[in-house]
T-cell receptor
Framework: AQTVTQSQPEMSVQEAETVTLSCTYDTSENNYYLFWYKQPPSRQMILVIRQEAYKQQNATENRFSVNFQKAAKSFSLKISDSQLGDTAMYFCALINSGGGADGLTFGKGTHLIIQP | DAGVIQSPRHEVTEMGQEVTLRCKPISGHNSLFWYRQTMMRGLELLIYFNNNVPIDDSGMPEDRFSAKMPNASFSTLKIQPSEPRDSAVYFC??????????FGPGTRLTVL
């Protein structure tokens, strides 16, 4: 069974600061994808960023970037120049990439609060 | 594209009643997933379908839960009889193969 662990239940930073959310995972598979999803109070699940395990280069999407350490099974999310709209729950998730589709395994989430 | 559509958005029912949640995936997607979100257990995969066929239902909590996908554009998750511990937000998601999963807005279920 695969697991995803987010050790920070809640974080709070000032607007415009940089914040890093931690995630570790465990899987016996060699091919997999990792994701960060954002869930604002509207409860809609929004994909923030995606990383393929076979790629060494860290994924980047505008103010969002990841630090993917495959050997350490670590996948942290960095948010630069944080904005009030970044306030949300953030979930780290893992999926195996072999063959057909598979279900996501989620961490318990980190509640990020951006203070004005 | 309308995205994944779920209905109802909110459901309040009494213990013992049958509850049916509905999902319309994005056109062209061949995989559909049902997840449940609670404070205690977080987001859990209940069941998923590939090409309308159930692949893994190991996450379904018990026999009171059942899911069907009669065609590529419709799926249901049924709880019969419902219990207060079934209160949660239920998400449907769809994808094409193992690409990004697109989530619906969720159904908030309250069982009194």
């Amino acid at each position: 069974a695969q697991t995803v662990t987010q050790s920070q239940p809640e974080m709070s930073v000032q607007e415009a600061e940089t914040v890093t959310l931690s995630c570790t995972y465990d899987t016996s598979e060699n091919n997999y994808y990792l994701f960060w999803y954002k869930q604002p109070p509207s409860r809609q699940m929004i994909l923030v960023i995606r990383q393929e395990a076979y790629k060494q280069q860290n994924a980047t999407e505008n103010r969002f970037s990841v630090n993917f350490q495959k050997a350490a099974k670590s996948f942290s999310l960095k948010i630069s120049d944080s904005q009030l709209g970044d306030t949300a729950m953030y979930f780290c998730a893992l999926i195996n990439s072999g063959g057909g589709a598979d279900g996501l395994t989620f961490g318990k989430g980190t509640h990020l609060i951006i203070q004005p | 594209d309308a995205g994944v559509i779920q209905s109802p958005r909110h459901e309040v029912t009494e213990m013992g009643q049958e509850v049916t949640l509905r999902c319309k995936p994005i056109s062209g997607h061949n995989s559909l997933f049902w997840y449940r979100q609670t404070m205690m257990r977080g987001l859990e995969l209940l069941i998923y379908f590939n090409n309308n066929v159930p692949i893994d239902d190991s996450g379904m909590p018990e026999d009171r839960f059942s899911a069907k996908m009669p065609n590529a554009s419709f799926s249901t998750l049924k709880i019969q009889p419902s219990e207060p511990r079934d209160s949660a937000v239920y998400f449907c998601a769809s994808s094409f193969l193992n690409n990004e999963q697109f989530f619906g807005p969720g159904t908030r279920l309250t069982v009194l």
